[in-house]
T-cell receptor, first 114, second 115 residues
Framework: EAQVTQNPRYLITVTGKKLTVTCSQNMNHEYMSWYRQDPGLGLRQIYYSMNVEVTDKGDVPEGYKVSRKEKRNFPLILESPSPNQTSLYFC?????????????FGDGTRLSIL | DQQVKQNSPSLSVQEGRISILNCDYTNSMFDYFLWYKKYPAEGPTFLISISSIKDKNEDGRFTVFLNKSAKHLSLHIVPSQPGDSAVYFCAASESGAGNNRKLIWGLGTSLAVNP
């Protein structure tokens, strides 16, 4: 089954404790992206990657890091999480090529930073 | 400031009737629009899209209409079914974004289809 898998689905942690949210896709997609969803703000892009070893900032990259060492994986790293990073996070992937390639989303990771 | 606006947070319709979900945008550089559907505890799922060179796209029970002069699009679901109950997001992408597939999202409209 074609899917984007995020782990963990839920995490409660404390300020400053490094964490990683993993994202893996099995569709051989070149493009991957991270969004966060906040009330009243909608989904906003954090980082994206066009292919292996190619990453770039989205609209809200502060406090986050990513890496793309393999095509299928695109982990989101919070080196020193803070309460303002409490949010619902979504990973997405798509083929490149035409603009009509829809993005496939994972089921989300709800992070609570205390 | 929201560049993609869904002004109705919720909508309730009877099964079998038409559901019309609306979306307005402000950025004239947007040239591709998508609708996603989201169930609780799941990620958004792509539903239908439209390019700015068209004014209508149809896929089964779902039709999207685009009025570029009014910067307005709508999603029509006919007939509505209880399984359509979900949050619907309007999203747009910008022609100047290059290869970044970044989507600009509305806040969503929660649709309830009542049996």
């Amino acid at each position: 089954e074609a899917q984007v898998t995020q782990n963990p689905r839920y995490l409660i942690t404390v300020t400053g404790k490094k964490l990683t949210v993993t994202c893996s896709q099995n569709m051989n997609h070149e493009y991957m992206s991270w969004y966060r969803q906040d009330p009243g703000l909608g989904l906003r892009q954090i980082y994206y990657s066009m292919n292996v070893e190619v990453t770039d900032k989205g609209d809200v990259p502060e406090g986050y890091k990513v890496s793309r060492k393999e095509k299928r994986n695109f982990p989101l790293i919070l080196e020193s999480p803070s309460p303002n990073q409490t949010s619902l996070y979504f990973c997405a992937s798509s083929k490149l090529g035409g603009r009509n390639q829809p993005q496939h989303f994972g089921d989300g990771t709800r992070l609570s930073i205390l | 400031d929201q560049q993609v606006k869904q002004n109705s947070p919720s909508l309730s319709v009877q099964e079998g009737r038409i559901s019309i979900l609306n979306c307005d945008y402000t950025n004239s550089m947007f040239d591709y629009f998508l609708w996603y559907k989201k169930y609780p505890a799941e990620g958004p799922t792509f539903l239908i899209s439209i390019s700015s060179i068209k004014d209508k796209n149809e896929d089964g029970r779902f039709t999207v209409f685009l009025n570029k002069s009014a910067k307005h699009l709508s999603l029509h679901i006919v007939p509505s079914q209880p399984g359509d109950s979900a949050v619907y997001f309007c999203a747009a992408s910008e022609s100047g974004a290059g290869n970044n597939r970044k989507l600009i999202w509305g806040l969503g409209t929660s649709l309830a289809v009542n049996p």
